[in-house]
């Protein structure tokens, strides 16, 4: 069998550079990124933060992605130029990229909207050394695009993410398992896949400062200090991850697999919520609503899913995830939703969510579906989402709600539109 290889192809400042590149192309003789700019959001929809910014941005002011906008502008004053997001073009963008990646592997995934992985195992027979491809995929989205990407390779998921966070911008870099101890365990621990700033600052107060002296922990005692999320974050540091359980390959699944065909691979839905999902019963809000979305492009489709996935991103945009295979497919919201509210259980400790996310994989031709006798889809069930189905398709998505949402502190119907299930919504 040929050798695991993938990259991870990630843009540099990408809505800036979406941004800037649509500008230029419009007649625009200032190239946002040669000054300092940043992409800030909506302060009322909880994106009032920068999404972007330009280098010099960071080198001048010290603006972060991620920090307040109004904290930037202070740095900045009347130096920084904002521009607003614009999530139509950078989905186009986005789609652009994946077509060129589409050219050099028939197994594309879309990690998010500006990163995807792409399998290269067994490519080498077509297109030769990795590292030579990765070049010559880079420089193609620039001379194509107009934007730049790096590109981090190595035998598995996580360490392609780590090699990209390397050197920027426009960089291609490897790190193979070989080159973990050397490219990899000096970095300071707050650069390890998956250490947010609290995690960051319980491992430095034991000592721990870079991913090296994380690597070689004990294990047991770390599983002390920060439970069961040691135990992965000393597989990360380790250069590798778990099949399966909490975390492991659940933290690397994209958001859809772009295939040379056109059978849809999953549909999902997420979500930035007004405020932070404090409570369980917050939380299974949010899920429902997401499950309400969800579940109707699955039967838009005439689909059904056996894999259901629930992630979320924390207050320090620390992100978590975990997904399970059922005995049998589902297309109901009530089922769809218990599902999702058991796997948010035995995921979630609690921390605040500022992001949720429901996605549904593995599907079936709802035609051709094998029943279970211990699962089986009430008729009542089928005869409600029908129902609901057809007035929404008829009257509009308003026109029916639970009854938990109407004092709507959360949409009825979170996430993007309902649409394609070969996009990334």
């Known amino acids: 069998m040929a050798k695991s290889c993938y990259m991870l192809i990630d843009v540099n400042s990408a809505f800036l550079s979406w941004e800037a590149v649509y500008r230029l192309q419009h007649g625009e003789t200032v190239?946002?990124?040669?000054?300092?700019?940043?992409?800030?959001?909506?302060?009322?929809n909880r994106h009032g933060i920068v999404l972007a910014k330009s280098l010099s941005a960071k080198k001048l002011y010290n603006v972060k992605t991620g920090e307040p906008l109004v904290q930037?502008?202070?740095k900045a004053g009347n130096n920084l130029v904002v521009v607003p997001p614009r999530h139509g073009l950078?989905?186009?963008a986005s789609d652009a990229m994946m077509n060129v990646l589409q050219q050099y592997s028939p197994v594309v995934e879309r990690f998010s909207i500006d990163e995807a992985f792409l399998d290269y195992t067994g490519m080498e027979m077509l297109y030769g050394d990795p590292v030579k491809t990765a070049y010559i995929i880079k420089d193609e989205i620039e001379s194509k695009l107009g934007f730049t990407v790096n590109i981090g390779i190595s035998t598995n998921k996580l360490l392609a993410k780590m090699a990209c966070e390397f050197e920027k911008p426009n960089k291609v870099h490897?790190?193979?398992?070989?080159e973990v101890p050397s490219k990899m365990w000096p970095l300071p621990i707050g650069e390890l896949y998956m250490v947010g700033r609290k995690t960051?600052?319980?491992?430095?107060?034991k000592g721990i400062l870079t991913i090296g002296d994380l690597a070689k922990c004990d294990i047991v005692y770390?599983?002390?200090?920060?439970?069961?999320?040691?135990?992965?974050?000393?597989?990360?540091a380790n250069g590798s991850y778990p099949e399966s359980d909490k975390g492991g390959t659940a933290f690397f699944q994209g958001a859809l697999t772009h295939e040379t065909d056109s059978k849809a691979k999953g549909i999902g839905n997420s979500s930035t919520i007004a405020f932070n999902l404090e409570t369980k019963s917050a939380a299974y809000k949010a899920l429902l609503s997401l499950c309400e979305t969800v579940s109707r492009r699955l039967r838009e489709h005439n689909f059904k899913a056996q894999v259901i996935?629930?992630?979320?991103?924390?207050s320090e945009f620390e992100r978590f995830g975990r997904?399970?295979?059922y005995l049998s497919p589902t297309s109901s919201t009530q089922e769809l939703y218990n599902r999702a509210c058991s796997l948010l259980d035995e995921l979630w400790d609690m921390q605040p969510i500022r992001a949720i996310g429901v996605h549904a994989t593995c599907l079936t031709s709802s035609e051709n579906t094998q029943i279970n006798m211990f699962e089986i889809e009430s008729e009542k069930s089928k005869f409600i989402d029908c129902t609901v189905d057809n007035l929404r398709n008829k009257y509009g998505s308003s026109i029916i709600k639970r009854g938990c949402f109407l004092d709507e502190d959360i949409s009825h119907m979170l996430g993007g539109s309902w649409g394609n299930p070969t996009g990334n919504s």
């Open 309 to 314: 996935h629930v992630g979320y991103t924390t």
């Open 200 to 205: 960051e600052e319980k491992l430095i107060h």
């Open 323 to 325: 997904q399970k295979k």
């Open 174 to 178: 490897t790190l193979w398992p070989h």
């Open 31 to 44: 190239d946002l990124r040669d000054i300092p700019s940043v992409v800030g959001g909506s302060e009322k």
């Open 222 to 236: 770390l599983k002390k200090w920060i439970k069961g999320f040691g135990e992965l974050l000393w597989h990360f």
């Open 72 to 74: 930037a502008q202070n």
């Open 90 to 92: 950078y989905k186009e």
